[in-house]
Nanobody, 122 residues
Framework: QVQLAESGGGLVQAGGSLRLSCAAS????????MGWFRQAAGKEREFVSA????????SSADAVQGRVTISRNNVQNMVYLSMDNLKPEDTGVYYC???????????????WGRGTQVTVSL
């Protein structure tokens, strides 16, 4: 079993930057694809970015393309989401997730963190 804990969320101004962190417990961390999803108030959860187990493959949603970088440190069991040029539409709860395959679909992820709030103000 994998337990995930997000951190790094907060209130930032538009155009600012933020780095979210996700700490994973348990072993075999490097066998899991790690993904970031977000959910704005009143909206469906949406894919943000994913990274394969060894970090060799990444994928990001069109809405954040060029503004986010996903990375991981398998020695420390950490995954990060670095966000630049933040916009108000980036506001939402950001979730870290672990899954058995590289995917952009939330249903392919088995473990989820509790989320961290990101609020981008004008």
């Amino acid at each position: 079993q994998v337990q995930l804990a997000e951190s790094g969320g907060g209130l930032v101004q538009a155009g600012g930057s933020l780095r979210l962190s996700c700490a994973a417990s348990g072993r075999a961390f490097s066998t899991y694809t790690m993904g970031w999803f977000r959910q704005a108030a009143g909206k469906e959860r949406e894919f943000v970015s994913a990274i394969s187990g060894r970090g060799g493959t990444t994928s990001s949603a069109d809405a954040v393309q060029g503004r986010v970088t996903i990375s991981r440190n398998n020695v420390q069991n950490m995954v990060y989401l670095s966000m630049d040029n933040l916009k108000p539409e980036d506001t939402g709860v950001y979730y870290c997730a672990a899954g058995g395959r590289f995917s952009r679909l939330s249903r392919d992820y088995d473990y989820w963190g509790r989320g961290t709030q990101v609020t981008v103000s004008l």
